[in-house]
Nanobody, 121 residues
Framework: QAQLIESGGGLVQAGGSLRLSCKAS????????MGWFRQAPGKEREFVAA????????IYADSVKGRFTIARDNAKNTLSLQMNSLKPEDTAVYFC??????????????WGQGTQVTVSS
């Protein structure tokens, strides 16, 4: 069965950096667009970043553009999210998803369990 496993979350101070990883199994990884989404307490899940099947095209939410970088390694079936200049408002559970490569979360077929990112002020 398809699995997406996120890792790398944790507690970091504002202005710091964190790198999230997503390991995929049971899915033809290189055929899927991938995305990162996040959900803060009391809020709806929101789009963070997406990458197409080859990694040649990326898109970012305005709130993270210039600070976050999404990347993929198709040989290793992994997706990453490098997060720099973190802000307290980045605090959320971050989810890896496979299937779309665009902002619309309804096109993603597979979702990871999430990893908690907490940014202190």
């Amino acid at each position: 069965q398809a699995q997406l496993i996120e890792s790398g979350g944790g507690l970091v101070q504002a202005g710091g950096s964190l790198r999230l990883s997503c390991k995929a199994s049971g899915v033809p990884f290189s055929l899927y667009g991938m995305g990162w989404f996040r959900q803060a307490p009391g809020k709806e899940r929101e789009f963070v970043a997406a990458i197409n099947w080859s990694g040649a095209s990326t898109i970012y939410a305005d709130s993270v553009k210039g600070r976050f970088t999404i990347a993929r390694d198709n040989a290793k079936n992994t997706l990453s999210l490098q997060m720099n200049s973190l802000k307290p408002e980045d605090t959320a559970v971050y989810f890896c998803a496979a299937g779309g490569g665009i902002q619309d979360q309804t096109v993603y077929n597979y979702w990871g369990q999430g990893t908690q990112v907490t940014v202190s002020s």
